[in-house]
């Protein structure tokens, strides 16, 4: 079993930054990527960002490209999204997810494992 705590949500400000943790525990060897995702009130789950091990590299989604930084420390187990230039429509949860396959990196249907979220609000 593989567990995924998310956390560094919060309330912040339009045009601020702000950085989340995906801290992965368990059996992590079989991991291929991380993915970070978010959903809004009244929305689908959307794609953010995934990071990927074999060295393909990382993905963006369109709305996030530029502003958005996923990054990995192994020694941690851990994932980070680091979140600048913030805006009100960035509100939502934000979970990370493990995928234990190199491919469709974007798409929620290649992630087994979730975290429980973390709540982001900015404020305009």
């Known amino acids: 079993q593989v567990q995924l705590v998310d956390s560094g949500g919060g309330l912040v400000q339009a045009g601020g930054s702000l950085r989340l943790s995906c801290a992965a525990s368990?059996?992590?060897?079989?991991?291929?990527?991380i993915g970070w995702f978010r959903q809004a009130p009244g929305k689908e789950r959307e794609f953010v960002a995934a990071?990927?091990?074999?060295?393909?590299?990382?993905y963006y989604a369109d709305s996030v490209k530029g502003r958005f930084i996923i990054s990995r420390d192994n020694a941690k187990n851990t994932v980070y999204l680091q979140m600048n230039s913030l805006k009100p429509e960035d509100t939502a949860v934000y979970y990370c997810?493990?995928?234990?396959?190199?491919?469709?990196?974007?798409?929620?249907?290649?992630?087994?494992?979730w975290g429980q979220g973390t709540q982001v609000t900015v404020s305009s």
């Open positions: 997810a493990l995928s234990q396959v190199t491919m469709g990196a974007t798409r929620r249907s290649a992630y087994d494992y």
């Open positions: 368990g059996r992590t060897f079989s991991s291929k990527a």
């Open positions: 990071i990927v091990w074999s060295g393909i590299g990382t």
